[in-house]
């Protein structure tokens, strides 16, 4: 029999002769060990270190009294629960109703009963084991549940990835400028002070910035020169599309991405697209995702452009805060510097081309 199938049952009485004839008593039942104490305070401190199934306890005790004691064990985060009973040698009603406020499980008189205290007993142990398997079941489900959302989780971000990726496969773009934008987003959801659940769900919001490109015609997606106006107004498009592929889902995570498709190019003074939304009226993840898109774009290498030294990158971003960027989130950005510069270190350009003569800037 393992340590877990024996019930431990505290007893507490001064009277060391009834202390001893109560544990002869309920020794008798099988598999129940027993820790008798002659003061309250020492089984208090046997039972805040230990994991007892019932305590049975005499009222009146130099020290802490029956009542006391009771009320210290439901204060307790692991005694709170615990089944408790008292022993008192009055037949004072309004004491047993005390006795039960404090949070007695049930109350025993003396001259006691043998055969009721052993049934009472039972029933308080009964009542533990009843208590100890819901708690058994309870962390099994919570488990369970925690690994069932992680499978769904991660089956979630593997479409998004390949989602978004298949977007990038029709632009010039490569497959590691989602993965370099996600952590600079996270990076600057950080340094903003927002929560770990925030920027893990922005974190994998990101790569879905661009993912409304999948309904952009070639002749303009993969133009190399210039965008006329019209087919620029075209190209702005792309946020709304994508916008529409994410959106009106339940899940947390592709409604932040759904957001982040649709305001990314939303700028702080009111003159982005597609909504010309103005300042804190754009959602943070867009005003996060419109610094880390922008540094990204402007550093990296692209059959249309050079990519340019992230000095000169640097100082774009701080010459358009507070027009182009909001100017928190770029301060954000700059806080994290050496975090940025270590991702981007860590997720090279995966087939950089050489670049044509022209640079231009597209979908800007």
Same mark, same amino acid.
Not at 27 to 45: K, N, Q
Not at 128 to 149: F, P
Not at 239 to 257: D, F, N, Q, Y
Not at 279 to 284: A, F, Q, T, V
């Given at each position: 029999?393992?340590?877990?199938?024996?019930?431990?049952?505290?007893?507490?009485?001064?009277?060391?002769?009834?202390?001893?004839?109560?544990?002869?008593?309920?020794?008798?039942?099988?598999?129940?060990?027993? $820790?008798?104490?002659?003061?309250?305070?020492?089984?208090?401190?046997?039972?805040?270190?230990?994991?007892?199934?019932?305590?049975?306890?005499? $009222?009146?005790?130099?020290?802490?009294?029956?009542?006391?004691?009771?009320?210290?064990?439901?204060?307790?985060?692991?005694?709170?629960?615990?089944?408790?009973?008292?022993?008192?040698?009055?037949?004072?009603?309004?004491?047993?109703?005390?006795?039960?406020?404090?949070?007695?499980? *049930?109350?025993?008189?003396?001259?006691?009963?043998?055969?009721?205290?052993?049934?009472?007993?039972?029933?308080?142990?009964?009542?533990?084991?009843?208590?100890?398997?819901?708690?058994? +079941?309870?962390?099994?489900?919570?488990?369970?549940?925690?690994?069932?959302?992680?499978?769904?989780?991660?089956?979630?971000?593997?479409?998004?990835?390949?989602?978004?990726?298949?977007?990038?496969?029709?632009?010039?773009?490569?497959?590691?400028?989602?993965? +370099?934008?996600?952590?600079?987003?996270?990076?600057?959801?950080?340094?903003?002070?927002?929560?770990?659940?925030?920027?893990?769900?922005?974190?994998?919001?990101?790569?879905?910035?661009?993912?409304?490109?999948?309904?952009?015609?070639?002749?303009?997606?993969?133009?190399?020169?210039?965008?006329?106006?019209?087919?620029?107004?075209?190209?702005?498009?792309?946020?709304?599309?994508?916008?529409?592929?994410?959106?009106?889902?339940?899940?947390?995570?592709?409604?932040?991405?759904?957001?982040?498709?649709?305001?990314? $190019?939303?700028?702080?003074?009111?003159?982005?697209?597609?909504?010309?939304?103005?300042?804190?009226?754009?959602?943070?993840?867009?005003?996060?995702?419109?610094?880390?898109?922008?540094?990204?774009?402007?550093?990296? +290498?692209?059959?249309?452009?050079?990519?340019?030294?992230?000095?000169?990158?640097?100082?774009?971003?701080?010459?358009?805060?507070?027009?182009?960027?909001?100017?928190?989130?770029?301060?954000?950005?700059?806080?994290?510097?050496?975090?940025?510069?270590?991702?981007?270190?860590?997720?090279?350009? *995966? $087939?950089?081309?050489?670049?044509?003569?022209?640079?231009?800037?597209?979908?800007?």
């Amino acid at each position: 029999m393992s340590h877990a199938d024996v019930a431990a049952i505290v007893l507490v009485d001064d009277d060391l002769l009834a202390l001893e004839l109560l544990r002869d008593l309920v020794s008798s039942i099988p598999a129940t060990a027993v $820790h008798a104490f002659g003061r309250s305070e020492e089984a208090l401190g046997w039972c805040q270190s230990h994991q007892p199934d019932l305590v049975i306890t005499d $009222h009146v005790m130099p020290g802490l009294t029956g009542l006391e004691l009771i009320r210290t064990l439901r204060e307790g985060p692991d005694t709170a629960d615990l089944p408790v009973m008292m022993i008192t040698a009055t037949d004072d009603r309004s004491l047993r109703c005390q006795a039960l406020e404090s949070g007695a499980s *049930d109350v025993l008189g003396k001259p006691l009963d043998g055969t009721e205290v052993l049934a009472r007993t039972r029933n308080m142990l009964a009542i533990r084991r009843g208590q100890r398997l819901l708690a058994e +079941r309870s962390t099994l489900l919570e488990t369970e549940v925690r690994r069932a959302t992680a499978e769904i989780t991660a089956r979630e971000q593997e479409t998004i990835l390949r989602l978004s990726r298949a977007a990038e496969y029709r632009d010039w773009e490569t497959g590691t400028h989602i993965v +370099r934008v996600a952590w600079y987003a996270r990076i600057t959801a950080r340094e903003l002070g927002m929560s770990e659940a925030d920027q893990e769900i922005l974190f994998r919001a990101a790569p879905m910035h661009d993912v409304g490109k999948i309904g952009v015609p070639d002749y303009i997606l993969l133009k190399p020169g210039a965008l006329d106006e019209a087919e620029f107004d075209i190209m702005k498009q792309h946020t709304v599309i994508g916008h529409r592929i994410l959106g009106g889902s339940s899940s947390e995570l592709l409604r932040v991405a759904a957001e982040v498709a649709l305001t990314h $190019h939303e700028r702080w003074d009111g003159t982005g697209y597609p909504q010309q939304l103005r300042g804190s009226r754009i959602p943070i993840s867009g005003r996060i995702v419109a610094v880390a898109d922008s540094y990204d774009a402007l550093t990296s +290498r692209r059959p249309y452009k050079s990519g340019w030294p992230s000095e000169l990158a640097w100082q774009f971003l701080g010459a358009n805060a507070g027009t182009r960027f909001d100017p928190d989130c770029v301060s954000a950005f700059r806080r994290g510097r050496a975090d940025v510069d270590a991702a981007r270190e860590s997720f090279p350009e *995966d $087939h950089p081309s050489e670049p044509r003569d022209r640079v231009v800037e597209k979908a800007e």
